[in-house]
């Protein structure tokens, strides 16, 4: 995949390795797009997905020589916009205990919602609490364990597995409107 007719990808990354400002934005502006719609996911409106894209790359720029040119890019940059939307939150303060108090027992998990096509997916989870909306993504989109999903975030596993429940149960009422 070349980014223009002269650099492809892995030269871009290995040029944004040796500190070069030019090509930092050059990364910036090639991979903007698919850091913005993974933060989108997991944000309060596009202001701050902004910021969660804008505190990524920091990430990125900052950490780019940790980065392993034997492993997909997208990858490692998906993780560090997940991680820097999770922090945001944390930062926010957005979801509190009093929730967890509700969470003893919700049945049997229910299998992934079929009937539901992404788009549907994606225009509802903005009316999901925070939480709720964070645990969905990690698993359902992202492919994280229950287990990986409860030390991200702080929260005891079974809680992961309510909160996913939960965010099930919102999206089949709301689409059942």
């Known amino acids: ?3 223009t007719k002269s650099i492809t990808e892995p030269e871009l990354i290995q040029r944004c390795k040796n500190g070069g400002l030019k090509y930092q934005e ?19 409106g596009r202001d701050n997905a902004m910021e969660v894209t804008n505190d990524a790359f920091i990430k990125v720029f900052a950490s ?10 997208k990858a490692w940059l998906r993780r560090i916009v997940v991680n820097s939307a999770i922090d945001r939150q944390r930062r926010e303060q957005r979801y509190k205990a009093d929730d967890l108090t509700e969470a003893e027992h919700i049945g049997s998990l229910p299998h992934v919602i079929e009937q ?8 509802l989870m903005a009316t999901l609490p925070q939480l709720h909306r964070t645990v ?18 702080d929260i005891a596993t079974s809680s992961s597995r309510v909160y996913l429940t939960r965010a ?3 999206l089949r009422e709301l689409l059942s409107k």
């Open 64 to 73: 780019i020589n940790k980065y392993d040119p034997d492993k997909p890019f």
């Open 26 to 44: 050059m990364l910036y502006k090639h991979f903007y797009g698919y850091a913005m719609g993974i933060a989108l996911r997991y944000s309060n």
């Open 136 to 153: 969905f993504n990690l698993y359902e989109i992202d492919g994280y364990s229950h287990d990986e999903i409860a030390a991200m975030l």
């Open 168 to 170: 099930k149960e919102k």
């Open 116 to 123: 539901l096509n992404a788009n549907d997916i994606l225009k």
């Open 1 to 3: 995949m070349h980014l």
